[in-house]
């Protein structure tokens, strides 16, 4: 399809193991958030790509936490030593991103990626 | 710092009931972006409308409004003849002016609409 394609749908990794999540944005999309949802937290904002511009990282909890994404398109979020209270609903979505005006904040997420950590 | 608060953590209404979803937020921005959207079951939050706070007027959209008072800084999002398929989680957001690209975003409003 043409949305904000996340894999994988549901993940279950034992403590101190190494994930990686993927995103794909709709195309022709510049800007790239990952986002975190927690049971009854909210979306907790982790890092921000637009275009070639150096990310905005401010948000990643730990260096555990890094994010990459790769000709300006598909994103993977790695999370080295997952610890338990990683345990949550990774989110990922796509913007547009206009030279006038700049980011026009209509998000389109995908379906996220549920992170277990037993 | 900015802040979006959605003081109502679970609502049930039975079917064609009107509801309301309030959403109070803080900046010191003059000009900001407010938001609502919406999560399914599915977990795919949907984009429902988004206001810059130049403009108060209300907004309506079928059986959707949403009502923007600066003087109150709330912007509540009212459901008429609420359905079935109205039952989600709303998200109420906050995004500065132009330039920033950061959306804060309130806890969520569970929204239960019983046949």
């Known amino acids: 399809g043409a949305g904000v394609s996340q894999s994988p749908s549901n993940k279950v990794t034992e403590k101190g193991k190494d994930v990686e999540l993927r995103c794909d944005p709709i195309?022709?999309?510049?800007?790239l958030y990952w986002y975190r949802q927690s049971l009854g937290q909210g979306l907790e904002f982790l890092i921000y790509f637009q275009g070639n511009s150096a990310p905005d990282k401010s948000g990643l909890p730990s260096d555990r936490f890094s994010a990459e994404r790769t000709g300006g398109s598909v994103s993977t979020l790695t999370i080295q030593r997952t610890q338990q209270e990683d345990s949550a609903v990774y989110l990922c979505?796509?913007?547009?991103?206009?030279?006038?005006?700049?980011?026009?904040?209509?998000?389109?997420f995908g379906e996220g990626s549920r992170l277990t950590v037993l | 710092a900015q802040k979006v608060t959605q003081a109502q953590t679970e609502i049930s209404v039975v079917e064609k009931e009107d509801v309301t979803l309030d959403c109070v937020y803080e900046?010191?921005?003059?000009?900001?972006?407010l938001f609502w959207y919406k999560q399914p079951p599915s977990g795919e939050l949907v984009f429902l409308i988004r206001r810059n706070s130049f403009d108060e007027q209300n907004e309506i959209s079928g059986r959707y409004s949403w009502n923007f008072q600066k003087s109150t800084s709330s912007f509540n999002f009212t459901i008429t003849a609420s359905q079935v398929v109205d039952s989600a989680v709303y998200f109420c957001a906050l995004k500065s002016g132009a330039g920033s690209y950061q959306l804060t975003f309130g806890k969520g409003t569970k929204l239960s609409v019983i046949p």
């Open positions: 195309s022709g999309h510049t800007a």
């Open positions: 900046t010191r921005d003059t000009t900001y972006y």
């Open positions: 979505a796509s913007s547009l991103y206009r030279l006038a005006g700049g980011n026009t904040g209509e998000l389109f």
